[in-house]
């Protein structure tokens, strides 16, 4: 379904943030894509949904296809129409507004009101919380029925594709394992997931395949299952060395490379 050849992104005509990124996302499939703050996942979520532009960044190489078409430059809200809608990275709900509110705004794209009403009844069935406070201001809502509501919202859209940008940031646990089966509903209901994450336990435990990416390159890529058993992602990503738990800030960034290039 969605395809990512060879992309390289520019900031300010200066910064390259990514150098030759490719992977795939399939239909029916709920793929990860891993790596520490900086690592450049953000800016692959906003080539793939066509926000580089606000924030002044620029395709300079590679091409990005949905459903078999060339969408590298296509504007945002096309690629919308197409069926690609992001969860962005801190919720970003419209904080004065209501569920209601909230979700009559993502759903602008869609003109039948029957479909309307279909995807809004999805949306209460997935979270019985936001159908109790479906008439509760936004931004007085706790941060996991926050990002409950910002999934929905994407979901008013129908989409074929979902981009999920940190959706356990600052989550507690049982929030997160509860956001982790709320994923695997989505998709198994028909909805391909891009799964953007640092919480690589939770991501890999319910993805298909996953991607590593860092400085802006993907370094690894494979099986969820392979990638859990690999070293590397034990060490890196699951905080695990030698039988203990260990910090990832203590391991030195040429050392990953080294490892990881060689």
């Known amino acids: ?31 990860a894509l891993l790596g520490a703050n900086g690592a450049g996942k953000t800016t692959t979520a906003r080539a793939i949904t066509g926000l580089l532009d606000v924030h002044e960044g620029d ?8 459903d078999g078409k060339d969408i590298t430059h296509t504007l945002p809200s096309d690629r919308v129409r197409m069926g690609i809608s992001q969860v962005m990275e801190g ?11 909230n979700l009559a705004a993502g759903a602008y794209i869609n003109r039948d009101r029957s479909s309307t009403r279909e995807a809004r ?13 479906r008439n509760q201001v936004a931004g007085y809502m706790s941060g996991g029925e926050q990002q409950m509501l910002a999934i929905g919202r994407a979901l008013m859209q129908s ?53 590593v990416m860092e400085n802006g390159k993907m370094v690894m ?27 990832f800030r203590d391991v030195k ?9 060689s």
Request: proline residues 3%.
């Open 221 to 247: 890529d494979g099986a969820a299952e392979r990638l859990q058993d690999d070293e590397d992602v034990q060490e890196f990503y699951l905080g695990l060395h030698a039988g203990q738990r260990r910090s």
């Open 91 to 101: 919720r970003r709900i419209f904080a004065e507004l209501t569920v209601d509110e």
């Open 159 to 211: 989409p074929k594709l979902m981009i999920l940008d940190e959706p356990s940031l600052g989550l507690a646990p049982l929030l997160v394992q509860r956001i982790a089966e709320i994923i695997v509903e989505i998709n198994r209901q028909g909805t391909a997931v891009l799964l953007i994450e640092q919480n690589a336990h939770m991501a890999l435990s319910i993805a298909n395949r996953g991607y």
């Open 253 to 261: 960034h040429y050392k990953r490379r080294k490892r990881w290039l």
């Open 59 to 66: 395709i300079t190489k590679g091409v990005i296809r949905f």
């Open 121 to 133: 009844n999805r949306v209460m069935t997935l979270f019985p919380a936001l159908a109790e406070r």
């Open 1 to 31: 379904m969605l395809e990512v050849s060879n992309l390289e992104v520019v900031y300010n005509d200066v910064v390259l943030v990514l150098r030759g990124v490719s992977l795939e996302a399939p239909q029916g499939q709920i793929v």
